[in-house]
């Protein structure tokens, strides 16, 4: 593989991992990173299975966009990756994962301040919208 398909690939998979953070998966992704900067400031260290763990997935979701959560805290410069581990979920096969922690306490609780837990969506109210359509 040549230096630039290397370069190519590494920013086409940033902007992938960005897209998570705003796209569809963007309140999952600040879910998970709201986690992983509390786990840090309890813990000192954790791993993306650490928060996996923390946060109530459904059995048999594709979560792809775990991705974004160390690479969005990364990038706003609140984590250093500490070294690795392996992964202890059985079906990632044992592979390398980052062991994270944080830059600075503050900078974290200030992040944390200035990005609230989101509010989950609430299904619709029969009847709310367009209430001819709801007929009894």
Known sequence: MRE???VDGDLAKR???AGHAT???ALEVLRAKRVMVELLLTR???TIDDVRAALELPAGGVYHWFGAVSTGLRAAGLIRRA???ETT???AHGRPIGLWELTHADAARAWLA???APIAPQPPVPGLLFPELWHD
Do not use: M
Request: proline residues 10%; aromatic residues 4%; charged residues 30%.
């Open 89 to 91: 979920r059985p079906e």
């Open 4 to 6: 630039s398909e290397r």
């Open 44 to 46: 000192g260290q954790a």
């Open 23 to 25: 796209g569809r998966h």
């Open 15 to 17: 902007r992938a991992l």
């Open 83 to 85: 070294g690795y581990l």
């Open 114 to 116: 200035a990005n609230p």
